[in-house]
């Protein structure tokens, strides 16, 4: 079968810095001490580094370019992440390909950013062209008006409550509390969820994520770069899609749909035998959207799904175990590296209290807000070598 | 408080004119095989690729696909607005086109989306004039 990762690609390192409602950090210094967690995880020096791949939305006018010069790198292959809370995992898939073919040895895959809310709607406003001209004007109120579309269409054209994307919510928040790492310390009753302060209607507070400083790492490897006797974790199958479908923005699907039969399929798994589920959530229409394109539920049929599984750590659908963007936070770009850091800690045996027996699992991005809906979908199937 | 402005270019200036005058317009594909309708303006046909688009004015009618009650603006602008109604709207041209509900009074949700509505010009920024909908 052309097209998977052959030996299937090692990730050999994980890091994550504390995240921090407010930070006088640069974005330089985040990206850099998510690095060196990831190399110390990996047992690995700096100068092993020969690919670089970086998605920071604050970045400009830097890029991954003189970040390697920055960090005194002297890479033979890079990348910048340029689909929003997709690329960290379309980093990864690229750079698997670069590792396949030789291009590159040992790639680091890192994402950051410096937020507070202010100063991410600031970004919001004017994050590309269609945005700034189209949206921007009219007062849209950022992503929160933008999804509160798709949320009021979700929710009469599928039947949809608020108690529904509620109970996803939870027990995410519940997950959450089981993160030392996550800035949401208190349990969420159905009452405070259903009754926050009003942001786009549908919208409430606890439906939109609370902008942060942070950064997140991986480090991808040929397999026998892994340290001896440690945990051997794969990628082992993945995808990417843009501006799917070109004719609808209010579908409700994104391009998940179109590349995850190929995604099983190289996987050599399929969504039930998947131990966790890191979603994309910004907003909780959006993880409905993807369970959906992954092959979770028909269409429109997640709203049953979520009604009958449990999705906390201890349930029969973990979602989101770290408390996803929504209980943790959401560091600007590493918003797409989040669900794989979590995945990881997972499968090493590194998620402390909310550890599961866990061997493989999804990820999946989004992200790359325009005109009206996120242009870009990923999502990559992880696991431990057998 | 001046509010966030579009950027006008060669591609976008006459729809951002015609706002002034009180009229909304549309690009057109010239490509006699396509002939849909464009928006937002672009420097190609996205429906066919094609490189020639042409500016028409259009109904200014169209139907609500959706909408929000906005609580919290992205910019500070827009407060002494807020509440307002974004919306999403299908012109009947085709192209989806994204403003505010232009409305006296209280707003009967119910049913708000597929209802039929027609362009209304107010003042944006000084020298700019943009399309609001209200219901027809």
Redesign the interface.
Known sequence: MTGKYADRVAIIGVGQTPYEKRSQKTVHRVLWEALDAALRSAGLPMRRVDGLAVTAFVLPPDNVTTVAEHFGLEPRWLFQGLYGGASGIISMLHAARAIQAGDADVVACLTADVFDVASH?DL???FN??V???????????P??IF???T??YM?RHGARREDFGKLVIAQRANALLNPNALFKVPLSMNDYLNA???????RLYDCVLPCTGGDCVILARPDLAPRGGPQVRLLAGGEMHNFP?ED??ALRGGWERFRDRMWAHAGYGPTEMDFVQLYDDYPVMEFVQLEGLGYAPFGGAVELIRKRDTTVRGDLPINTGGGQLSAGQAGASGGMIGVVEAVQQLRGEAGARQLPARRGLVAGYGMVA??RGLSCSAAVLGLED | ME?????LTST?RPFFEGCNEGELRLQRCLSPSCGQYVY?PRVCC?HCGGGELGWEPASGRGVV???????????DS?LP????Y?I?VRLHEGP?????LQAEGPVQEAGL?GRQVRAVFVP?NPGQR?A?FTLV
């Open positions: 709607m919001m406003d004017r062209a269609p700034r001209d189209y949206l921007g004007p009219y007062g849209f109120g950022g929160n008006g509160a579309l798709h009021r269409l009469e302060r009003l942001i786009a209607e549908p919208l070109v923005v209010f005109y009206g | 509010k966030p402005s579009a950027r976008n937002y996205p696909v959706s909408y929000s009650r906005v609580h919290r603006p992205q910019h827009f607005e807020a509440p307002y974004f999403a989806l086109l994204f403003s505010r989306i944006h943009l609001f």
